[in-house]
């Protein structure tokens, strides 16, 4: 490799360490979960007027399910981050996570397609949120 790659390649390296970065992209990714999460619950009145599923104790059942999946990960992405030392893994798994709930959200057509959705949509949520909070608050600017 020539000494200008790895020149490159270092400053990349310092720009994407720099706490402004961390900083920017953890705010980048809480901006991308309120977006999801508000999004959708716009959306699921609809959705459930379409199926003709419009109760409201069935809007309540998959409104409670995304916070069953917010508690349950928000909880074990904080163990698992403090004992690892890592927060960029759970946060790429947050995004992942929310990429596969936007395309099961297009698909779904039944109950338990949206119950599954927000219950994905909350362990994501709870992945990324707590997960991006700890990163502003362990790079200060």
């Known amino acids: 490799m020539s000494a200008k790659g790895s020149g490159l ?9 720099a706490p402004i970065t961390i900083v920017a992209v953890a705010c ?4 991308i979960d309120n977006i999801a999460y508000s999004i959708s619950f716009a ?3 609809h959705m459930f007027e379409d199926m003709e599923l419009a109760s409201e104790s069935q809007i309540g ?3 409670t399910m995304f916070g069953i999946g917010a508690l349950v990960t928000s909880i074990f992405s904080g163990i698992l981050s403090d004992r690892t030392g890592s927060r960029k893994l759970l946060l790429v798994v947050g995004a992942v996570g929310y990429s596969a709930c936007g395309i099961m959200l297009h698909f779904a057509h039944k109950l338990w397609h949206i119950l599954l959705y927000r219950f994905l949509n909350g362990l994501a949520s709870g992945c990324v949120y707590p997960i991006a909070i ?7 600017i």
């Open 9 to 17: 390649w270092a400053r990349m390296g310092a720009i994407r360490s």
């Open 28 to 31: 980048a990714a809480l901006m």
């Open 43 to 45: 959306c699921l009145p």
């Open 61 to 63: 059942i998959v409104t």
């Open 134 to 140: 700890a990163t502003v608050g362990d790079n200060p």
